[in-house]
């Protein structure tokens, strides 16, 4: 992993969106409803298995990035969950733990990240085989809408600012963001500044990320083609209808065959 994604996983947790964290009730919630252990693919920081972990009693975490993975590790250990919470490093599209479990999720919109049908088919099949007869998969999705990003195309736009969690020095986060939309694909330059306490830029990064978008009904498709049955969409985390202004898509569902 580049210098500068090191950097953007040290300050995952501490952006505004991520100390929001909408989407941890609900998933806490299907743990106690459908029980552990659980898989969460995409893992991340374990900004979501690390809080579900004592409920479940076990969740393993799983994520292509090391940086994240040693974020998630060294969380799991300061939040006393080190001995219910591991985390391995894997491909979603690829992975196989060889064990299967109640409970399937992934946080944040890992879905999008995946450029092609055929890359997001591998990762539905890489669920279906985790899935235990009888088990759940549960994530959710942004909804593009178009007047929504017409404000941010094209833009240098400010996040935030925030202390470093480790140096306790200040960071300055901005990002220019380009949409297609026919093609729904969304290219994110981050630009992140470490300051002084002046304001003085010490060091700037640069890092790039691109997102796949997909429409809900496209979405679906794909889903239900690849053998799931929905069991709940929603609109939101909250529980919010899902319709045509909704601006996320949040899902359970199980195996056709299961």
Request: with cysteine; proline share 5%.
């Amino acid at each position: 992993m580049t210098k500068a994604f090191a950097l953007e996983a040290e300050l995952y947790d501490v952006m505004p969106g991520r100390r929001a964290q909408t989407d941890v009730a609900f998933y806490r919630d299907l743990v106690e409803r459908h029980g552990g252990p659980m898989l969460e693919l995409a893992c991340g920081t374990g900004r979501v298995s690390i809080p579900c972990a004592k409920a479940a009693g076990e969740v393993v975490g799983v994520d292509l990035a090391p940086a994240m993975l040693a974020q998630a590790r060294s969380r799991a250990e300061a939040e006393g969950v080190a001995d219910v919470a591991s985390f391995v490093e894997g491909d979603m599209c690829t992975v196989r733990l060889d064990r299967t479990f109640p409970l399937v999720t992934m946080g944040g919109q890992p879905l999008f990240f995946l450029p092609t049908d055929e890359a997001l088919k591998a990762a539905l099949e890489t669920v279906r085989v985790h899935l235990a007869p009888g088990g759940r998969w549960a994530t959710g999705v942004p909804v593009l809408h178009w007047e929504d990003l017409a404000a941010q195309q094209d833009r240098l736009l400010f996040v935030a600012e925030v202390r470093h969690p480790r140096t306790g020095q200040r960071v300055a986060v901005w990002d220019y963001t380009s949409v297609t939309e026919v093609t729904q694909v969304a290219t994110r330059r981050r630009i992140t500044e470490i300051l002084d306490e002046d304001g003085l830029v010490l060091e700037r990064r640069h890092s790039m990320q691109t997102l796949h978008y997909r429409h809900p009904a496209e979405l679906q498709r794909l889903i239900r083609d690849a053998g799931f049955v929905f069991e709940e969409i929603h609109g939101s985390y909250q529980g919010a209808p899902f319709g045509p202004k909704a601006r996320q898509m949040v899902w359970v569902a199980r195996a056709a065959d299961n």
